[in-house]
Antibody
Framework: QVTLKESGPALVRPTETLTLTCTFSGFSLSTTGMRVSWIRQPPGKALEWLARIDWDDDKFYSTSLKTRLTISKDTSKNQVVLTMTNVDPVDTATYYCARLVMAARLSYFDYWGQGTLVTVSS | QSVLTQPPSMSAAPGQKVTISCSGSSSNIGHNYVSWYQQVPGTAPELLIY???KRPSEIPDRFSGSKSGTSATLGITGLQTGDEADYYCGTWDNSLSAWVFGGGTKLTVL
């Protein structure tokens, strides 16, 4: 059974660095073909993809946010960590992690975490 | 501004059929498979359709997907009040080397 769960601070001050952790079970990121992404959703707005990390440590980032994002994995702990620097109130959102199935031209998120709401405010 | 374009909202009566469009380009939908997600307010998105037209086993066959060129469509028949949700399309974009979502369609069943 695959599960993912996000954790991190509920409140972050502007200009600070946000660190979010995705703890998962039911699969290993050391297994060939496994990938995990972070996605966020500001209140009342659409989903926005942020970053992806693969089993071989390949990493991909949103074009608009890549200078502020870093994604990493700890295979031994079954965790994926996302850091976002210099946060702003516009970064207030529910942050989700999800497992990404990807091969050739096919890709989809088959399992999602419940999400964690992060508010950026002074 | 989302890379994939969806109508912001749609509505239909219970029992009716609705189709939600998702328009992209050659670097995303035109080259890769599309997936669709249902998000009931207050909950995480759920995979509805993958590989353009396949359903996870727990998704009823009232939901269908198709793709033609640079556009994809989600169809829902026999609408139920429980289908009221936001629906998102998504795929990988080869030019951006990034996943892209549509802006979402809010479906109202009235």
């Amino acid at each position: 059974q695959v599960t993912l769960k996000e954790s991190g601070p509920a409140l972050v001050r502007p200009t600070e660095t946000l660190t979010l952790t995705c703890t998962f079970s039911g699969f290993s990121l050391s297994t060939t073909g496994m990938r995990v992404s972070w996605i966020r959703q500001p209140p009342g707005k659409a989903l926005e993809w942020l970053a992806r990390i693969d089993w071989d440590d390949d990493k991909f980032y949103s074009t608009s946010l890549k200078t502020r994002l870093t994604i990493s994995k700890d295979t031994s702990k079954n965790q994926v960590v996302l850091t976002m620097t210099n946060v702003d109130p516009v970064d207030t959102a529910t942050y989700y992690c999800a497992r990404l199935v990807m091969a050739a031209r096919l890709s989809y998120f088959d399992y999602w975490g419940q999400g964690t709401l992060v508010t950026v405010s002074s | 501004q989302s890379v994939l374009t969806q109508p912001p909202s749609m509505s239909a009566a219970p029992g009716q059929k609705v189709t939600i469009s998702c328009s992209g380009s050659s670097s995303n939908i035109g080259h890769n498979y599309v997936s669709w997600y249902q998000q009931v307010p207050g909950t995480a998105p759920e995979l509805l359709i993958y590989d353009n037209d396949k359903r996870p086993s727990e998704i009823p066959d009232r939901f269908s997907g198709s793709k033609s060129g640079t556009s994809a469509t989600l169809g829902i028949t026999g609408l139920q009040t429980g289908d009221e949700a936001d629906y998102y399309c998504g795929t990988w974009d080869n030019s951006l080397s990034a996943w892209v979502f549509g802006g979402g369609t809010k479906l109202t069943v009235l």
